[in-house]
């Protein structure tokens, strides 16, 4: 993979939810149901873990860089075109 490549999402997480899933997308921002609750990092490690295993990347290429503390965030995934990471979430 290319290291030089990075491509930005949008996500709106929804903690405490009954399931773990990517739940759809509304313009550019991804909805994201995830059952860990936003407590000492929980929602965001879940986060990072399930987008890990959506596009089948390490977590450490995987990063928040906006919204720690917030229900919408931006991630950027590193090594990853744009279209490629939208295929893969939206599978």
Known sequence: MDDSVKTLIHLKVLP???RTEI???ENDVYR???TAPP???RAN???IALLSEKLKVP???IEITAGRNSRTKTVT???MSEI???RALEA
């Open 84 to 86: 490629t990471v939208k």
């Open 32 to 34: 994201v149901k995830l």
């Open 45 to 47: 490690n879940a986060l």
């Open 16 to 18: 405490r939810s009954s």
């Open 23 to 25: 739940a759809g997308r």
């Open 77 to 79: 995934v590193h090594g």
């Open 59 to 61: 977590k450490r290429d």
């Open 39 to 41: 407590v000492e990092g």
